[in-house]
């Protein structure tokens, strides 16, 4: 049998302030790992664009070794052991197996980093205190219970306890005492009331009362006085403009004032005078509205329209306050973004995101900048760039390795954000990548 053998350099610039690096492939086309004297598994494996992003995720990880790249379903295969593999080899004529010699390691924007232990999508991740990261539910090809923790330090995941129910649609929020409430959700075949707190030290459930309105695609937000306020979303029967208090005190939930408007997949920001500014979303049309609800008297006020109607957004508090809702879907997908100032009560147009999205992240870094990632705009996009408060401005940054929608960012202890599976092209995703 002849083996065609390429050797490739390969030589990658991130950026003008990132030094040129490089790096060496053997190619071998038509060829897998026969795994004759081991079992080779790849540690993991996860849809992507093309070879190219196959190559650099394996640059990016420490431990990746070799790659198998499957050309018919573009499935990249990472593999951390190759002892004694070398010359171990079947006929695939859909494979390309690619092992790699590294001159120095590659630096880029993303790195993929180790994949959870269960492909999801429209799942929580919520940062505890001692930094490890919570994610919890979701949806995929097999029903989700079983939640787990990432560990920045160790970059490892670990699984915990399951929950009672699966849940997707739910919503998570992490509690002055450091408990997690988990509110809501659906459980893949009727939207919940249930809700449920885990406690981060014992990594155990209990219980925290029902809802008095079954409820998922919900928002919930932490007050400063401890309890949490949650509103609108779909109960299954209809989209929902109810609202309820949970006291972590009392562990109940108490029905709020509902708001002027029924919505569902819109957002809630918290902000710095305690008040809820919830924005947009959908209850049969596209919503341009917008309310406030103040804990103080209980009481709604509706405040000035957005420009846009939009659901499937994202609204991100400013370190001046504002808040930047950016993207959605209104019909058509956009890239408009504007800002909320609280002091004034109006909207006022910002800069265009570079590309339309909804279904994307929006995170807050501690420059104060405000990173977007992924989303759909009718593709996938693993597109993202930064927002600059300052300008008023978007750039492009480098793109994720994996295009993604309903997947999370998480600003860790370090600064640095961890995206979190996510679908893409009706799969669901186990990968995980650092910026």
Same mark, same amino acid.
């Given at each position: ?113 180790? @994949?959870?232990? %269960?492909? =999801?999508?429209? $799942?929580?991740?919520?940062? !505890?205190? #001692?930094?490890? +990261? &919570?994610? *919890?539910? /979701? ?118 004032? @509902?708001?002027? %408007?029924? =919505?569902?997949? $819109?957002?809630?920001?918290? !902000?710095? #005078?305690?008040? +809820? &500014?919830? *924005?947009? /979303? ?136 961890? +995206? ?16």
């Amino acid at each position: 049998m002849t083996r065609l053998l390429l050797l490739i350099v390969v030589f990658l610039q991130r950026s003008a302030a990132t030094d040129m690096r490089s790096f060496v492939l053997t190619v071998m086309n038509g060829q897998q790992f026969s795994c004759a004297n081991t079992t080779c598994i790849p540690f993991s494996s996860f849809a992507v664009l093309n070879s190219r992003r196959c190559q650099l995720a394996c640059v990016n990880v420490n431990q990746c070794q070799a790659i198998g790249f499957r050309q018919s379903i573009t499935r990249c295969d990472l593999f951390s052991n190759i002892v004694n593999q070398k010359k171990n080899f079947s006929l695939n004529h859909d494979v390309v197996t690619m092992i790699m010699n590294v001159n120095e390691s590659l630096s880029t924007g993303w790195m993929l980093v180790t @994949s959870m232990n %269960t492909s =999801r999508a429209s $799942h929580t991740a919520s940062v !505890l205190s #001692n930094g490890n +990261v &919570l994610v *919890v539910g /979701g949806y995929g090809d097999i029903s989700i219970k079983q939640p787990e923790i990432y560990n920045p330090a160790a970059g490892t995941w670990t699984t915990v306890a399951s929950m009672n129910i699966t849940r997707k649609l739910h919503a998570a929020s992490i509690l002055i005492n450091g408990l997690v409430l988990i509110s809501g959700g659906n459980n893949g075949v009727n939207f919940l009331t249930s809700a449920v707190l885990f406690n981060t030290s014992s990594q155990t459930w209990t219980n925290a009362g029902n809802m008095n309105t079954q409820r998922g695609a919900h928002t919930a937000s932490v007050l400063s006085g401890g309890r949490v306020f949650v509103c609108g979303g779909d109960s299954g029967s209809g989209f929902l403009n109810k609202a309820e208090l949970y006291d972590p005190l009392t562990n109940t939930w108490t029905p709020a004032n @509902s708001m002027s %408007t029924i =919505r569902v997949d $819109h957002t809630a920001s918290l !902000l710095a #005078n305690d008040k +809820v &500014l919830v *924005v947009g /979303g959908y209850n049969g049309g596209y919503l341009n509205t917008a309310e406030l609800y103040d804990p103080s008297s209980g009481n709604w006020a509706m405040t000035s329209k957005m420009k846009y109607a939009r659901q499937h957004h994202r609204s991100s508090v400013l370190s001046d306050g504002k808040v930047l809702v950016s993207g959605g879907y209104s019909g058509t997908y956009l890239n408009t973004a504007e800002l909320y100032d609280p002091l004034l009560g109006n909207w006022t147009i910002t800069g265009n995101m570079s590309f339309a999205r909804a279904q994307h992240t929006a995170s807050v870094l501690p420059s104060g900048k405000v990173l977007v990632t992924g989303g759909f705009n009718g593709n996938y996009l693993n597109s993202a760039e930064l927002y600059d408060p300052n300008t008023g401005n978007w750039t492009k940054i480098d793109d994720m390795n994996i295009c993604r929608r309903f997947h999370t960012a998480s600003v860790v202890s370090d600064g640095k954000v961890l +995206v979190i599976g996510g679908e893409m092209n009706s799969s669901y995703l186990n990968s995980v990548e650092l910026y």
